[in-house]
């Protein structure tokens, strides 16, 4: 008796180790027609769909128990390059890049708010975004009086670096993405950020009217992991 029950034990202990484990959730989804690459966490999409030319249509999402819900949408702008994919992407080209990126953290003219979830730093004087291809702080927000980038190189210099207060009215509120900011390959472009719309196209980030993205600098939070996925 003993012998059988061992017998039976062992191959109920083979049988439930053979089975398979329960399917995953799907690592992407599509909103609005653009594909989303998940992240562990993700409740919070804005997509990017662009309409024609370098326009675009814009969209907040927000997952909840009976799945994506559509939260808030505007018109928006990518880059008068247009589209490319985000590793072919090359500085100076005014080109979109592709793909699903993270929406990491905030700045612009104003201090933060209360309602304000996301890291945040106010425009100063010297700050700058470092495009200089020789700088350790590529695509990196870095003030001048701290040194370690050629601020000084003229607008028209390849390796320029961009001054933000000389965009008060598309940097009054600014999201950082993820795009190059990890890897930092040089010459593949800086300065992605989703802002608000300017007079026409963008030198390669997004843009979107200004109510949409102050909404945003409200509405995400980084416990919802919020991601941008730009798409055609």
């Not at 609005?32 to 999402?61: E, I």
């Not at 699903?100 to 104003?110: I, N, Q």
């Not at 003030?143 to 000084?152: D, E, L, P, S, T």
């Not at 598309?170 to 593949?188: C, G, L």
């Amino acid at each position: 008796m003993i012998i059988r029950c061992l017998v039976a034990c062992q191959l109920l202990l083979a049988g439930l180790l053979l089975t398979p484990a329960p399917a995953a959730e799907a690592a992407t989804v599509t909103l609005d027609g653009v594909s989303v690459r998940l992240r562990d966490g993700t409740r919070q999409v804005v997509t990017v769909n662009r309409t024609s030319g370098t326009y675009a249509r814009v969209t907040l999402f927000r997952k909840k128990a009976t799945g994506w819900t559509r939260v808030i949408q505007s018109p928006g702008r990518i880059g008068y390059g247009g589209l490319v994919v985000g590793t072919e992407r090359r500085q100076g080209t005014g080109t979109t890049p592709l793909g699903t990126y993270r929406l990491l953290y905030t700045f612009g003219t104003h201090a933060r708010a209360s309602s304000w979830d996301l890291r945040h730093r106010t425009i100063r004087a010297g700050d700058y975004w470092v495009q200089d291809n020789r700088s350790r702080y590529y695509n990196r927000y870095r003030n001048k009086a701290n040194g370690g980038f050629r601020w000084r190189l003229p607008s028209s210099d390849y390796n320029s670096s961009e001054r933000l207060r000389d965009y008060p009215k598309q940097y009054e509120y600014s999201f950082v993405t993820s795009f190059n900011y990890a890897a930092q390959v040089r010459n593949r472009g800086s300065g992605i950020f989703l802002h608000v719309n300017g007079s026409g196209a963008t030198a390669g980030c997004v843009s979107a009217q200004r109510w949409f993205i102050r909404s945003l600098m409200s509405r995400l939070e980084p416990g919802m992991v919020p991601l941008i996925a730009i798409g055609r």
